[in-house]
C-alpha cells in the first residue's frame, strides 16, 4: 500500500518536473516510469488475470487492516502495473491455491512457492523472485532444543506441501524426531507454544517476520541453503503473463523498486505493541462483521435451496414410483454419506476439472451446501409426512379429495408442525457448517478469524471473538425460529 | 326396504362385487368374494378378526388396490383406470373405527373442508349445511370446537356428519363403534340407526350384534376371507347352517 502510494506520487512529482523543464524533464519521466505506455506486453496488455495466493503466509502475503499485503503482494501488483495487466487477487489458501491453478480456477500462483523439479512437471515456473531457505524455532523460554541434534524423539511440526517439510522429512531419521503437518503458519506456531510440538521448520523470511511480531518463538539454528520462490502459470497456460512477469521483475529489479519491497518487508520491522482486548476486537471487528455477512448470506442461500431440494426429493420419497423413491435414495445417501469437507473440495476445484468451466467460491459453497442440507431436509420432509397418521389421508381421500389437496390441506399442516423443530436444527447446522468452506478461500466469518490471527498471531483471543459471533448470531436466530414456530403451529 | 339376499345383479343393485381378490404380498387375505347390494339396503358384515370384513369394506371405495375381480359402485366399475375414483368417492362416506377427523381444523372444518374444495359449495353454502349435519347428530353446540376436546362418541358422530357433508348415497363404516368407551356406544348407533331409517344404503362392519340384528337387511359372516353364509338377520342369528358361523355366534352372543 505504501508502496503504490509513494510510486504514485512520485510519477506526480516528474510530472510536474517534465512540464517545468521541458526536454529534460520528458526523459526524467521516461526512466522513472517505464509503465504500461512505454513498452506494454502486447498480450498481456489491458486484460484481467486471476492470481491465487496463500492466505496466511506473512511476509509475503497476510491482511493488514483488512487489506492483503506482502512482498508478494506488492511484487505482483508493481509488475501488472508495470506491464499494463490488471490483477485480481485470491487468497485461497496455499494448497487451495495450487488445486485452484491446475483447475484453472486461477490463472496463476504467487505464494512464496518454492521451485522444485516436482512442481515444474505440472507448473510452469517464472525466473526466481526470492531466495528462501528453512530454518528451525522454538518457543521463546525453551532452552533445551539448540540444534537438531536435541530433536531425538519429538515431534516437530511444518507446513504441509512446504519446503519446510521436505526438509525435515529428509533429516528425520537422522536425527530420530516425528514430523507433523499443519496447513498455516500461525497454527503451527501456536502448536509450539502449546507444547504439541518442540520446534516448527518454516521459510526463514516468514519466521523472522513472526518473530518480529512477538509471535512466542525464537530461531535457534542458521538458515539452510534453500531454493528459490518462483510465480507459476498451469502447464503450458497463460505463456504471455509469464513473460510479462519475467519482463516486469527484470525492470524493477533494474529500477531498485525490487529491493524496496524486500526492504519494506523484511529490515527488521519494528516489533508491533500488543494492543489489549478491547483493542484487537475494535480493530478485528470490520472484517469479522464483513465475514458474518458473507456467513448469513450463504447460510440464507444455502437454506432456501436446500429447502426446495428437501420437500422435492422428501415428495419423491413417499411417492409411489419407485423410480422416484430411488432417486431420492440415491440422492440422499450420496450426501449424506461423504464429508461435507470432501463435497466442497469436490465442488470447488474437481467440478472445473471435470466440466472446464470454472465456478466462484460463493457459488461452490452454496451448491455444496445446499445440496447437503438437502439431503437432510429430504429425510426431515419424508420422516414428517410419515408421521401423520395413514387414516388422516385415507380419510381425505375417502370424502373424494385428490393426492394433492389431501397433501396440500390435510396431511402438510400436520407435517410441517411436526417438521418445523428438525429444520430450525438444521438451519442452526448449516450456518455452522459455513465455516468449513474458509478452506476453499470462501471469505466468511471463520475465513476473516483466520486471516486476522494469521498476521497478528494471538490465535486465542481472535478464536474466542469468532465463536462469540457464531454463539450470538446462532442463538438470536435460534430464540426468533422458535417464537415464529409457537406463533404459527400452535 | 328389501328384506331378502339378492346374489344376481338388479336392476336396483347398487354395489356388485364379482370374485373379488386381495393379497397383500403373498398373503391372500380376500379369497373371491361376490356380493350385490341393492338401494337403500343396509348389510352388517361380521366374523371374527383377520377374516377380512375391513378389506373388503377398503375395497368398496378402493382405499385399498383390488387383486382381482370387479368392484362396480354406483355403475362405476373401480377396475377401470378411466374411472375418476374421487368422483366415486364422492358418492361413498367412509367412517372409520379411530375416527380419523384432522386435528388442526376445527369441527365445523373438518365437516366444510370436502364440500369446499370440492367446490360443490360456496363457502357460506358449505358452512349452513355443516352446521345442520351437527345438528343432526346433536353436536351443534361443538362446532368451533377442535377434536382433541371431544368425547369418543362425539368424534365419531363428527365422522359421520364429514362423511355426509359431500351428501353420499351409500355409507361405509368400519367398526365405527370399536374404539368407544361402552356408554358412547349408543349415540353412535343412534346416528347410524336414522341414517338406516332414511333409506341410505349401508355397509356396515360391526361387532354390535344386537345392533346388526336390529338394524340389518341382511347379515354376511365372513371367515378366512370368504363370505361362509349370509341372510336376513333372523336367519342368520336364529338357524344359522354353517358350523363356522355357528361356533362364532356362539362365542360371541
Given at each position: 500500500m505504501n508502496m503504490s502510494r509513494a510510486r504514485k506520487l512520485s510519477v506526480a512529482v516528474t510530472a510536474l518536473l517534465a512540464l517545468a523543464s521541458g526536454f529534460a524533464g520528458v526523459s526524467?519521466?521516461?526512466?522513472?516510469?517505464?509503465?504500461?505506455?512505454?513498452?506494454?506486453?502486447?498480450?498481456?496488455?489491458?486484460?484481467?488475470?486471476?492470481?491465487?495466493?496463500?492466505?496466511?503466509?506473512?511476509?509475503?502475503?497476510?491482511?493488514?487492516?483488512?487489506e492483503l499485503t506482502g512482498i508478494d503482494m506488492d511484487l505482483i501488483r508493481d509488475i501488472a502495473a508495470n506491464q499494463?495487466?490488471?490483477?485480481?487477487?485470491?487468497?485461497?489458501?496455499?494448497?487451495?491455491?495450487?488445486?485452484?491453478?491446475?483447475?484453472?480456477?486461477?490463472?496463476?500462483?504467487?505464494?512464496?512457492?518454492?521451485?522444485?523439479?516436482?512442481?515444474?512437471?505440472?507448473?510452469d515456473f517464472s525466473d526466481p523472485y526470492f531466495d528462501s531457505g528453512v530454518q528451525m524455532a522454538v518457543a521463546e523460554d525453551n532452552t533445551e532444543i539448540t540444534g537438531y541434534a536435541d530433536l531425538a524423539g519429538e515431534t516437530v511440526v511444518a507446513k504441509r506441501g512446504s519446503e519446510g517439510e521436505t526438509f525435515a522429512n529428509s533429516i528425520k531419521d537422522e536425527y530420530g524426531f516425528t514430523v507433523k503437518a499443519l496447513a498455516d503458519s500461525a497454527t503451527m506456531y501456536d502448536d509450539v507454544k502449546a507444547g504439541n510440538s518442540v520446534a516448527v521448520f518454516d521459510d526463514y523470511p516468514v519466521l523472522a517476520y513472526g518473530i518480529n511480531q512477538n509471535n512466542g518463538l525464537k530461531s535457534v539454528t542458521e538458515k539452510e541453503q534453500g531454493s528459490s520462490y518462483g510465480f507459476a502459470v498451469n502447464k503450458g497456460q497463460n505463456p504471455e503473463l509469464l513473460a510479462a512477469f519475467n519482463t516486469g521483475l527484470a525492470e524493477l529489479k533494474s529500477n531498485g523498486e525490487y529491493q524496496s519491497i524486500l526492504d519494506t518487508y523484511l529490515k527488521q520491522p519494528a516489533p508491533v505493541a500488543a494492543s489489549g482486548f478491547f483493542g484487537l476486537l475494535s480493530d478485528s471487528l470490520p472484517a469479522l462483521m464483513k465475514g458474518l455477512g458473507l456467513t448469513l448470506l450463504a447460510t440464507g442461500l444455502?437454506?432456501?435451496?436446500?429447502?426446495?431440494?428437501?420437500?422435492?426429493?422428501?415428495?419423491?420419497?413417499?411417492?409411489?414410483?419407485?423410480?422416484?423413491?430411488?432417486?431420492?435414495?440415491?440422492?440422499?445417501?450420496?450426501?449424506?454419506?461423504?464429508?461435507?469437507?470432501?463435497?466442497?473440495?469436490?465442488?470447488?476445484?474437481?467440478?472445473?476439472?471435470?466440466?472446464?468451466?470454472?465456478?466462484?467460491?460463493?457459488?461452490?459453497?452454496?451448491?455444496?451446501?445446499?445440496?447437503?442440507?438437502?439431503?437432510?431436509?429430504?429425510?426431515?420432509?419424508?420422516?414428517?409426512?410419515?408421521?401423520?397418521?395413514?387414516?388422516?389421508?385415507?380419510?381425505?381421500?375417502?370424502?373424494?379429495?385428490?393426492?394433492?389437496?389431501?397433501?396440500?390441506?390435510?396431511?402438510?399442516?400436520?407435517?410441517?408442525?411436526?417438521?418445523?423443530?428438525?429444520?430450525?436444527?438444521?438451519?442452526?447446522?448449516?450456518?455452522?457448517?459455513?465455516?468449513?468452506?474458509?478452506?476453499?478461500?470462501?471469505?466468511?466469518?471463520?475465513?476473516?478469524?483466520?486471516?486476522?490471527?494469521?498476521?497478528?498471531?494471538?490465535?486465542?483471543?481472535?478464536?474466542?471473538?469468532?465463536?462469540?459471533?457464531?454463539?450470538?448470531?446462532?442463538?438470536?436466530?435460534?430464540?426468533l425460529s422458535n417464537k415464529l414456530d409457537k406463533r404459527f403451529n400452535k | 326396504m328389501s328384506t331378502s339376499s339378492n346374489n344376481t345383479a338388479s336392476v336396483g343393485s347398487k354395489i356388485s362385487v364379482r370374485g373379488l381378490r386381495k393379497s397383500f404380498g403373498s398373503n391372500e387375505v380376500l379369497k373371491g368374494l361376490d356380493v350385490e347390494i341393492t338401494e337403500g339396503e343396509v348389510v352388517c358384515v361380521i366374523g371374527p378378526s383377520g377374516s377380512g370384513k375391513s378389506t373388503f369394506l377398503r375395497c368398496l371405495n378402493k382405499l385399498d388396490e383390488l387383486s382381482a375381480g370387479t368392484v362396480i359402485v354406483d355403475g362405476f366399475n373401480l377396475g377401470d383406470k378411466t374411472v375418476d375414483l374421487n368422483e366415486v368417492r364422492q358418492h361413498i362416506g367412509m367412517v372409520f373405527q379411530h375416527f380419523n377427523l384432522f386435528p388442526h381444523m376445527t369441527v365445523l372444518q373438518n365437516i366444510m373442508l370436502a364440500p369446499v374444495e370440492l367446490k360443490k359449495e360456496s363457502k357460506v353454502d358449505a358452512r349452513a349445511t355443516a352446521l345442520t349435519l351437527l345438528d343432526r347428530v346433536g353436536l351443534a353446540d361443538k362446532a368451533d370446537a377442535r377434536p382433541g376436546q371431544l368425547s369418543g362418541g362425539q368424534k365419531q358422530r363428527v365422522a359421520i356428519a364429514r362423511s355426509l357433508a359431500v351428501n353420499p348415497d351409500i355409507m361405509l363404516f368400519d367398526e365405527a363403534t370399536s374404539a368407544l368407551d361402552p356408554e358412547m356406544v349408543g349415540e353412535v348407533l343412534q346416528v347410524i340407526r336414522d341414517l338406516a331409517a332414511e333409506g341410505m344404503t349401508m355397509v356396515v362392519v360391526t361387532h354390535e350384534m344386537g345392533f346388526a340384528r336390529e338394524v340389518a337387511d341382511r347379515v354376511i359372516f365372513m371367515a378366512?376371507?370368504?363370505?361362509?353364509?349370509?341372510?336376513?338377520?333372523?336367519?342368520l342369528f336364529g338357524n344359522p347352517q354353517q358350523e363356522r358361523t355357528q361356533d362364532f355366534l356362539a362365542k360371541v352372543l
Open positions: 526524467a519521466v521516461a526512466a522513472s516510469q517505464p509503465n504500461s505506455h512505454v513498452q506494454p506486453q502486447a498480450a498481456v496488455a489491458g486484460e484481467t488475470y486471476v492470481i491465487g495466493t496463500d492466505t496466511t503466509f506473512a511476509p509475503f502475503e497476510y491482511r493488514k487492516d483488512g499494463g495487466f490488471t490483477v485480481e487477487i485470491k487468497s485461497l489458501g496455499f494448497d487451495a491455491a495450487l488445486q485452484a491453478l491446475q483447475s484453472n480456477q486461477v490463472d496463476g500462483v504467487i505464494a512464496g512457492m518454492s521451485i522444485t523439479d516436482e512442481r515444474k512437471l505440472v507448473f444455502s437454506i432456501v435451496v436446500a429447502l426446495v431440494l428437501g420437500v422435492l426429493f422428501g415428495f419423491f420419497k413417499v411417492s409411489e414410483s419407485r423410480v422416484l423413491r430411488g432417486l431420492a435414495s440415491i440422492y440422499v445417501s450420496i450426501f449424506r454419506g461423504t464429508p461435507l469437507l470432501v463435497q466442497a473440495f469436490f465442488f470447488y476445484f474437481g467440478l472445473p476439472q471435470l466440466t472446464g468451466q470454472p465456478i466462484d467460491v460463493l457459488t461452490a459453497g452454496v451448491l455444496t451446501l445446499s445440496l447437503n442440507a438437502g439431503a437432510y431436509m429430504t429425510e426431515i420432509v419424508r420422516g414428517g409426512i410419515q408421521s401423520v397418521d395413514p387414516g388422516q389421508t385415507e380419510a381425505g381421500r375417502s370424502l373424494g379429495l385428490g393426492y394433492v389437496t389431501t397433501m396440500r390441506r390435510v396431511v402438510l399442516p400436520q407435517a410441517v408442525k411436526i417438521m418445523t423443530p428438525s429444520f430450525i436444527n438444521q438451519f442452526v447446522m448449516t450456518l455452522k457448517d459455513t465455516s468449513l468452506l474458509a478452506v476453499i478461500g470462501f471469505a466468511e466469518l471463520t475465513y476473516q478469524g483466520q486471516q486476522i490471527y494469521a498476521a497478528n498471531f494471538r490465535t486465542g483471543e481472535t478464536l474466542l471473538i469468532v465463536a462469540a459471533l457464531y454463539f450470538i448470531v446462532i442463538n438470536l436466530l435460534t430464540m | 378366512d376371507g370368504v363370505i361362509v353364509e349370509e341372510g336376513t338377520p333372523a336367519e
